[in-house]
């Protein structure tokens, strides 16, 4: 992407560029932004910042580009949220203009961690300024919801924090009350569909996205299953006319370790050298076997569900700390157990808090055993 950048900051659709196409198929925000968040990816997955300080200035020539485009702080060229059903259901401008935001906030951490001061706070102020504008444009006040109430207009704000903090909880709720009322359904494409799992799942609306998933008379990853399709395609029906090996709805893969093995990097520990266990306990799932090999060894979180007692068998590799969320009925920490014994009799173990329907523990690293008793779930 690096040497597929032009002089004047754009970066192609793709690169390297062995087809040049026209119009939103070079060049579109949603794709050029991966030179700007593939660089914070890495340093947040492994720790490693040598990306982000080899490209922080062609970042920033990126995003200078995507401001030279703008009009009142608003991106509204390229591809938008590309195949959604149906086609063309979220405006022009919501998608880009979210991703330039991202893309702000990206260069806003990656100057403050690369010793930028003064740079962050000129990006921070920049990424305020488009926020406001968005909302401006596409919030619609009276119905809490965004342009024209599809998923992943109400999904991006919420996932990058576009959302005013006084109507978050109300766009959400009837991000979820919409999806119940299509018959749980998906409907945002390419771009949307990552922000849309990564809403539902970082709410604990995990079980919405799981029958999503599932259903199989509709668009969707079991209904190409279900057509024949041993790859994934480029369209959510799909469609034979078009690409029956493509990558891009392949989101959902990050929500099996995020989401059902509940694997994720604590921002404040970036690498893995701190660890969040939270599994998402849904549908008729008996049983998930999760690992990730991260720098420091493998993570593993596996769970077993047996009516209401869920049993969950964690390693966490030397050098690391990890927040481990037990689900436990009644808010009660007292029913959780760690390699037979109460868990607030181990050492290793040492409790938090409750949250939602789980307690939440401070380990290192080293094996456990946990156990409780389930809350009913839906």
Known sequence: MSEAQRENGFV???????????????????????????PWQ???MHGDRTLLAKHYDGMKRYVEYLKSKSTDHIVAHGLSDWYDIPWAQTTHGVTATAIYYQDLLVLKDAASLLGKTEEARQFEAQAQAVKDAFNRKFFKADKNQYDRNSQTANAMPLVL????EDRRAAVLAGLVEQI?????????GDVGFHYLMLALSNSDNGEVLYKMLVRDDGPGYAFQVKNGATTLTEAWNSNRQVSQNHCMLGHIEEWFYRGLGGIKVDPSG????????????VGDLKWVNCRYDSLYGEIISDWKRDGQKITMNVTIPPNTTATVFVPSAEHNASLVTESGKPASAVSSVKFLRMENNAAVYAVGSGVYKFQARLSEIE
């Not at 924090?161 to 005013?164: H, Y």
């Not at 119940?180 to 945002?188: E, F, M, P, Q, S």
């Open 161 to 164: 924090g576009l959302v005013p």
């Open 180 to 188: 119940r009322a299509d018959g749980y359904r998906i409907k945002a």
């Open 12 to 38: 192609p659709n793709i690169a390297p560029e062995y087809v040049v196409f026209k119009d939103g198929f070079l060049d579109s925000p949603e794709w050029g932004s991966a030179y700007v968040i593939n």
């Open 270 to 281: 970036p690498g893995f050298k701190k660890i969040i266990i939270k599994p998402q306990i």
């Open 42 to 44: 890495v340093y947040h």
